[in-house]
């Protein structure tokens, strides 16, 4: 009998043990639900369950880490403007936090740290504990803690060797260095982070950018990577540092030969917005000359024009009209370079091959349709609109625009037509209606009989 109360008892006990860890797992479940933005009474929520997470379950480093996270999230909070307000009521919500917000960033600082360290005792090997750790000794005041670099360092070096290809751990590495005035060490981690993580590569410019605005290293960490060398001088035009950007230019453009069409482009593309120093950079890409790929060519050409060279910029899209005869968007290129420089039959030449060739590009007709427009031929213009609404006789749109035409060019009658044909397609449509209307009334205007002249009056005009 004794056997069997104790066998009982012991029974008891293990299923105590269970329902408390289920227990406890289930408040941290609850716990991971992420209120975005915290306010006082969810943060409070929030705090509560991961608290009861921990009492339930001691050993479980996950609970200590997200408790580090909740604190390092309440203190970005707490520097954004726009959410300080919420941070008055975190007093009344959770258990030792100030009243004054002046004073949350050094107590959540304090809190964090507690927590990724006891994370960090109940799972030694978790690089991300110890980058977090790491993370929170960087913003540790010196005043604080004299030897709070000296722990940042040690921690993000361990997350490092316990993750070597994480490229977020090598960045950080690399803000260390950079903070504690060793460029060299910084750059060699930079390197490092985009190596394992090129995603990281933007941020890397800006965080170098940020401390000492000094292009030449950010070179030394572009060195020897043609998709950072080609995207080293984007940021710095983003920056506004254009001599730096053509400085980036000019290396980048030495060794562009041995570059991707993919870099080529993206380096075109930064030297035409550079615009007074496009050109020259554009000629001395020789590797153009025996490369062609139309993508290149017609960047190449618009780099001449930015440049005010029209004449060079048409000479060089013909050449490449010539050698892609069949390509619609060329003839289209070099019809608006012609029109640029007044040659209208040259224009109208292209435009018609280009509508040859691809038959359904509206925008070819339109093009062409606004160029006899502006010439005063609107007669030009309603036949090409004629010929469009053959490809698309469906669509409102091209029947307005025929009415549009017709009616600049006092045809009353195929104005009305047309516009007939809109208000079919798009009978709620008020400005097709309202243009109907006016077509109309013009008409009718045009075809009243006139009433005779009385003696003594002028005619009616």
Same mark, same amino acid.
């Given at each position: 009998?004794?056997?069997?109360?104790?066998?009982?008892?012991?029974?008891?006990?293990?299923?105590?043990?269970?329902?408390?860890?289920?227990?406890?797992?289930?408040?941290?479940?609850?716990?991971?639900?992420?209120?975005?933005?915290?306010?006082?009474?969810?943060?409070?929520?929030?705090?509560?369950? *991961?608290?009861? #997470?921990?009492?339930?379950? %001691?050993? +479980?480093?996950?609970?200590? &880490?997200? !408790? $580090?996270?909740? /604190?390092?999230?309440?203190?970005?909070?707490?520097?954004?403007?726009?959410?300080?307000?919420?941070?008055?009521?975190?007093?009344?919500?959770?258990?030792?936090?100030?009243?004054?917000?002046?004073?949350?960033?050094?107590?959540?600082?304090?809190?964090?740290?507690?927590?990724?360290?006891?994370?960090?005792?109940?799972?030694?090997?978790?690089?991300?504990?110890?980058?977090?750790?790491?993370?929170?000794?960087?913003?540790?005041?010196?005043?604080?803690?004299?030897?709070?670099?000296?722990?940042?360092?040690?921690? *993000?070096?361990? #997350?490092?060797?316990?993750? %070597?290809? +994480?490229?977020?751990?090598? &960045?950080? !590495? $690399?803000?260390? /260095?950079?903070?504690?005035?060793?460029?060299?060490?910084?750059?060699?981690?930079?390197?490092?982070?985009?190596?394992?993580?090129?995603?990281?590569?933007?941020?890397?410019?800006?965080?170098?950018?940020?401390?000492?605005?000094?292009?030449?290293?950010?070179?030394?960490?572009?060195?020897?990577?043609?998709?950072?060398?080609?995207?080293?001088?984007?940021?710095?035009?983003?920056?506004?540092?254009?001599?730096?950007?053509?400085?980036?230019?000019?290396?980048?453009?030495?060794?562009?030969?041995?570059?991707?069409?993919?870099?080529?482009?993206?380096?075109?593309?930064?030297?035409?917005?550079?615009?007074?120093?496009? !050109?020259?950079?554009?000629?001395?890409?020789?590797?153009?000359?025996?490369?062609?790929?139309?993508?290149?060519?017609?960047?190449?050409?618009?780099?001449?024009?930015?440049?005010?060279?029209?004449?060079?910029?048409?000479?060089?899209?013909?050449?490449?009209?010539?050698?892609?005869?069949?390509?619609?968007?060329?003839?289209?290129?070099?019809?608006?370079?012609?029109?640029?420089?007044?040659?209208?039959?040259?224009?109208?030449?292209?435009?018609?091959?280009?509508?040859?060739?691809?038959?359904?590009?509206?925008?070819?007709?339109?093009?062409?349709?606004?160029?006899?427009?502006?010439?005063?031929?609107?007669?030009?213009?309603?036949?090409?609109?004629?010929?469009?609404?053959?490809?698309?006789?469906?669509?409102?749109?091209?029947?307005?625009?025929?009415?549009?035409?017709?009616?600049?060019?006092?045809?009353?009658?195929?104005?009305?037509?047309?516009?007939?044909?809109?208000?079919?397609?798009?009978?709620?449509?008020?400005?097709?209606?309202?243009?109907?209307?006016?077509?109309?009334?013009?008409?009718?205007?045009?075809?009243?009989?006139?009433?005779?002249?009385?003696?003594?009056?002028?005619?009616?005009?």
């Amino acid at each position: 009998m004794s056997f069997v109360r104790f066998a009982t008892s012991l029974l008891l006990c293990a299923m105590m043990i269970v329902l408390a860890c289920l227990h406890g797992y289930a408040w941290y479940c609850l716990a991971q639900c992420d209120f975005q933005p915290y306010t006082g009474e969810q943060a409070g929520q929030k705090h509560m369950l *991961l608290n009861r #997470a921990r009492m339930c379950e %001691p050993d +479980n480093a996950r609970v200590y &880490y997200d !408790l $580090g996270r909740f /604190y390092d999230h309440i203190r970005e909070q707490e520097t954004r403007s726009d959410n300080v307000i919420n941070m008055f009521y975190l007093a009344e919500n959770i258990p030792g936090m100030p009243a004054k917000p002046t004073a949350i960033r050094s107590k959540c600082l304090e809190l964090a740290m507690d927590a990724y360290g006891k994370a960090i005792d109940r799972d030694p090997r978790n690089a991300l504990y110890h980058y977090r750790l790491g993370r929170v000794y960087l913003d540790v005041p010196i005043a604080l803690d004299e030897f709070a670099r000296e722990k940042a360092l040690n921690e *993000l070096k361990e #997350a490092m060797e316990l993750d %070597p290809t +994480n490229g977020l751990y090598h &960045y950080w !590495l $690399g803000i260390y /260095y950079q903070t504690q005035g060793s460029l060299d060490g910084a750059i060699s981690k930079y390197r490092d982070a985009i190596r394992h993580d090129p995603d990281l590569a933007v941020s890397v410019f800006r965080t170098v950018w940020d401390i000492d605005h000094y292009p030449p290293s950010l070179q030394a960490i572009a060195q020897g990577r043609e998709d950072l060398e080609t995207k080293l001088p984007e940021f710095l035009l983003q920056a506004g540092n254009t001599a730096g950007a053509r400085a980036a230019c000019v290396a980048a453009c030495q060794k562009a030969d041995g570059f991707s069409v993919e870099h080529q482009v993206r380096l075109l593309r930064c030297l035409i917005r550079l615009k007074e120093a496009a !050109l020259t950079r554009l000629f001395a890409l020789e590797w153009l000359e025996y490369r062609p790929a139309v993508p290149l060519e017609m960047m190449l050409v618009s780099g001449m024009e930015e440049g005010g060279r029209r004449d060079l910029a048409i000479g060089r899209m013909e050449k490449v009209t010539t050698r892609n005869p069949a390509s619609a968007k060329c003839h289209a290129r070099l019809a608006d370079l012609y029109q640029a420089a007044g040659r209208f039959e040259d224009v109208v030449r292209e435009y018609e091959k280009a509508i040859e060739i691809e038959p359904r590009q509206s925008d070819y007709y339109e093009r062409l349709a606004d160029l006899y427009r502006r010439q005063g031929n609107f007669a030009a213009a309603v036949i090409v609109y004629q010929r469009l609404a053959e490809v698309f006789p469906e669509n409102p749109l091209v029947h307005y625009r025929i009415g549009a035409a017709c009616m600049a060019a006092k045809d009353f009658d195929g104005a009305v037509a047309a516009f007939r044909l809109a208000v079919e397609l798009a009978p709620d449509n008020p400005t097709v209606r309202r243009a109907l209307a006016m077509a109309a009334g013009l008409k009718a205007q045009r075809d009243a009989p006139k009433s005779p002249a009385k003696p003594g009056a002028p005619p009616e005009p």
